[in-house]
T-cell receptor
Framework: DAKTTQPNSMESNEEEPVHLPCNHSTISGTDYIHWYRQLPSQGPEYVIHGLTSNVNNRMASLAIAEDRKSSTLILHRATLRDAAVYYCILSLRTSGSRLTFGEGTQLTVNP | DAGITQSPRYKITETGRQVTLMCHQTWSHSYMFWYRQDLGHGLRLIYYSAAADITDKGEVPDGYVVSRSKTENFPLTLESATRSQTSVYFC????????????FGPGTRLTVL
């Protein structure tokens, strides 16, 4: 399985944008880039995913490098409720494909 | 209640005992998964199921047994619990034809003494 590399931790201030990086230099052409987050004492929740083009949804934006070897999850205005561990995961889009979770990035949001 | 539920939420057991963790989803999702998360680490896949009566091993299946007689239920059994199985266990599900977005339950915190 292709691997992802994320910083262990990042800090942000409330109401400021946050850019969470992810490197995936061995990504294959059929891998989608998924982001999940895990709030304290909860199960992970889906945030966003993409293949080649940048993607936006109500939670976040995903910026994908042209060579697809890296991506950035963008939270436009961080809130205290965004404090969580963020996981960048490569997976096939096919239903039921496995998700391989790494260690993720612990995001701290300061008031 | 709609969604995915796990029971019990907390369980303490002793080494050598059999323990069954329950997972129930109301969406009729075809795919279901069991993960474990050790303190301070990411999730690891134990077993998964593509449909009723179809199961397959994940990354760390040793010491666990699963069954899936009904689409909505996916129990995980520790046949003889060991201390190394102390962990938080998450169940997840997803549906055919979707974006491979997995929906996770709240987790079961298991302590093996």
């Amino acid at each position: 399985d292709a691997k992802t590399t994320q910083p262990n931790s990042m800090e942000s201030n409330e109401e400021e944008p946050v850019h969470l990086p992810c490197n995936h230099s061995t990504i294959s052409g059929t891998d989608y880039i998924h982001w999940y987050r895990q709030l304290p004492s909860q199960g992970p929740e889906y945030v966003i995913h993409g293949l080649t083009s940048n993607v936006n949804n109500r939670m976040a934006s995903l910026a994908i490098a042209e060579d697809r070897k890296s991506s950035t999850l963008i939270l436009h205005r961080a809130t205290l409720r965004d404090a969580a561990v963020y996981y960048c995961i490569l997976s096939l889009r096919t239903s039921g494909s496995r998700l391989t979770f790494g260690e993720g990035t612990q995001l701290t949001v300061n008031p | 209640d709609a969604g995915i539920t796990q029971s019990p939420r907390y369980k303490i057991t002793e080494t050598g005992r059999q323990v069954t963790l329950m997972c129930h989803q109301t969406w009729s999702h075809s795919y279901m998964f069991w993960y474990r998360q050790d303190l301070g680490h990411g999730l690891r896949l134990i077993y998964y199921s593509a449909a009723a009566d179809i199961t397959d091993k994940g990354e760390v299946p040793d010491g666990y047994v699963v069954s899936r007689s009904k689409t909505e239920n996916f129990p995980l059994t520790l046949e003889s619990a060991t201390r190394s199985q102390t962990s938080v266990y998450f169940c997840a599900s997803t549906f055919v034809g979707g974006l491979n977005e997995q929906f996770f339950g709240p987790g079961t915190r298991l302590t093996v003494l």
